[in-house]
C-alpha cells in the first residue's frame, strides 16, 4: 500500500510541475530548445549496436539498422499483418482506423496486446535492447500499431512530433520514448516512404490552436492540430534539409520521438506497411494530459496496463 501511495504521489508531483513543454495554449507558433538528453546512456556503457550507429541517432534523431530481422522472420510478420487486416472481426473494432475516404484499413493499433507474434517482436532484444539503452531505463509499449498504407489510397501523414502530441494528448512529461518503425515491405521511392528532418529533435515546436475534445477520432485519419506552422518548417528544413528512410523489408528505423516527420500519399499499387512501437522509460510514465482535455483510449496510449517489457532471446516463432 505505501508504494501505491508514494507512486501515487509521485504522478502528482509531475503533474503539478510547470508544462516545460507547452502547446496548443493559445501561444503563437515557435521552436523552444530541447531540454531532455537525446541518448540518456552514458558513452562509457556499450551499446548494443555499433557505436556509429548511436553517434549518428543522436545527431540527426533517427538511424536504419539494414536487415536486422531475417527473410523468414519477415515472412511471418507479413502473414500475421494480412491476417490481421483481413479480419472481419478486427476491422469493426475501436483499435481500426480506416483510411479517410475509403473502408482501407489504414492503421491497427494495440497489436503488442492482440497479437502473440507481434507482442514476441515488440520484445525482441534486437529492438527492446536497444530502447533500454537509449532510455537509461526499463521500458513499456506506450503504443503499438500497423501501418498499412495501402496502394493507390493511401493517404499521407503530416509532418509532426509525435511528443507534442503525446505530451498535449496523453501527457507523456518528458522526451524519454523512441519509436522503432520495422520495414514490412518494399520502400519505394514513390509509394509514400517515411521523411524525415535531421537535426529537428533538437527543438520543439510549439504549435498553434487548441486541442478539440475526442480529437484523437479525427487526428488519425488526417491531423490538423498539433501541426507545425508553414514558417517553423522552413526553419527546420533549411537547417538540414529533409531525407528519406530507406530499407529493405526487415529493417528498422530507430527515431527519436521528438524528430519531426511525415510521409506522402501512395497512389501506386504498392502498399507501404510497418510495424510500430514506441517504447517509453517507465520512469516516464504518462500522468494527466497537457491540455484540458479527456485521456485518449487505453489502446492508443497504455495508461492503466504498463508492464515492462519482458527480456527476450528472440521472437522463436516458426515461418
Given amino acids: 500500500m505505501s508504494e501505491l501511495i508514494l507512486?501515487?504521489?509521485?504522478?502528482?508531483?509531475?503533474?503539478?510541475?510547470?508544462?516545460?513543454?507547452?502547446?496548443?495554449?493559445?501561444?503563437?507558433?515557435?521552436?523552444i530548445g530541447r531540454q531532455d538528453p537525446i541518448v540518456y546512456t552514458s558513452k562509457e556503457q556499450g551499446p548494443p549496436v555499433d557505436?556509429?550507429?548511436?553517434?549518428?541517432?543522436?545527431?540527426?534523431?533517427?538511424?536504419?539498422?539494414?536487415?536486422?530481422?531475417?527473410?523468414?522472420?519477415?515472412?511471418?510478420?507479413?502473414?500475421?499483418?494480412?491476417?490481421?487486416?483481413?479480419?472481419?472481426?478486427?476491422?469493426?473494432?475501436?483499435?481500426?482506423?480506416?483510411?479517410?475516404?475509403?473502408?482501407?484499413?489504414?492503421?491497427?493499433?494495440?497489436?503488442?496486446?492482440?497479437?502473440?507474434?507481434?507482442?514476441?517482436?515488440?520484445?525482441?532484444?534486437?529492438?527492446?535492447?536497444?530502447?533500454?539503452?537509449?532510455?537509461?531505463?526499463?521500458?513499456?509499449?506506450?503504443?503499438s500499431r500497423l501501418n498499412y498504407k495501402p496502394g493507390f489510397r493511401g493517404k499521407g501523414f503530416y509532418w509532426h512530433s509525435d511528443f507534442e502530441t503525446w505530451h498535449v494528448e496523453d501527457g507523456m512529461p518528458r522526451m524519454r520514448a523512441c519509436s522503432m518503425s520495422i520495414i514490412l515491405t518494399e520502400n519505394f521511392d514513390n509509394n509514400g516512404r517515411l521523411m524525415l528532418i535531421p537535426g529537428s529533435h533538437k527543438q520543439y515546436l510549439v504549435c498553434q490552436g487548441k486541442t478539440p475534445e475526442d480529437h484523437y477520432l479525427a487526428s488519425l485519419k488526417k491531423?490538423?492540430?498539433?501541426?507545425?506552422?508553414?514558417?517553423?518548417?522552413k526553419t527546420l528544413a533549411a537547417q538540414s534539409g529533409i531525407v528519406s528512410a530507406t530499407?529493405?523489408?526487415?529493417?528498422?528505423?530507430?527515431?527519436?520521438?521528438?524528430?519531426?516527420?511525415?510521409?506522402?500519399?501512395?497512389?501506386?499499387?504498392?502498399?507501404?506497411?510497418?510495424?510500430?512501437?514506441?517504447?517509453?522509460?517507465?520512469?516516464n510514465k504518462v500522468v494527466n494530459p497537457f491540455c484540458a482535455q479527456a485521456p485518449r483510449p487505453e489502446h492508443i496510449c497504455s495508461r492503466e496496463y504498463i508492464h515492462p517489457v519482458q527480456r527476450s532471446q528472440g521472437c522463436k516463432l516458426n515461418a
Avoid: W
Avoid at 223 to 233: A, K, T
Fill in 51 to 143: 557505436r556509429s550507429l548511436i553517434n549518428t541517432y543522436n545527431k540527426q534523431g533517427f538511424v536504419v539498422l539494414d536487415e536486422v530481422f531475417t527473410p523468414d522472420e519477415v515472412t511471418i510478420f507479413q502473414k500475421e499483418l494480412e491476417r490481421l487486416g483481413a479480419d472481419q472481426q478486427i476491422q469493426q473494432s475501436v483499435e481500426v482506423i480506416t483510411e479517410p475516404s475509403s473502408n482501407d484499413v489504414r492503421s491497427i493499433f494495440r497489436v503488442h496486446e492482440s497479437s502473440l507474434i507481434f507482442k514476441a517482436l515488440a520484445a525482441d532484444e534486437r529492438l527492446a535492447d536497444l530502447a533500454r539503452y537509449l532510455l537509461d531505463d526499463e521500458v513499456y509499449i506506450h503504443q
Fill in 7 to 31: 507512486e501515487q504521489a509521485s504522478d502528482d508531483l509531475i503533474a503539478n510541475e510547470a508544462d516545460v513543454y507547452p502547446s496548443r495554449k493559445g501561444q503563437n507558433a515557435k521552436l
Fill in 247 to 283: 530499407g529493405k523489408p526487415g529493417s528498422v528505423v530507430v527515431f527519436d520521438c521528438n524528430v519531426m516527420h511525415g510521409s506522402n500519399g501512395n497512389i501506386t499499387p504498392f502498399p507501404r506497411s510497418s510495424a510500430f512501437f514506441v517504447y517509453n522509460a517507465l520512469s
Fill in 223 to 233: 491531423q490538423e492540430y498539433g501541426v507545425p506552422s508553414n514558417d517553423s518548417l
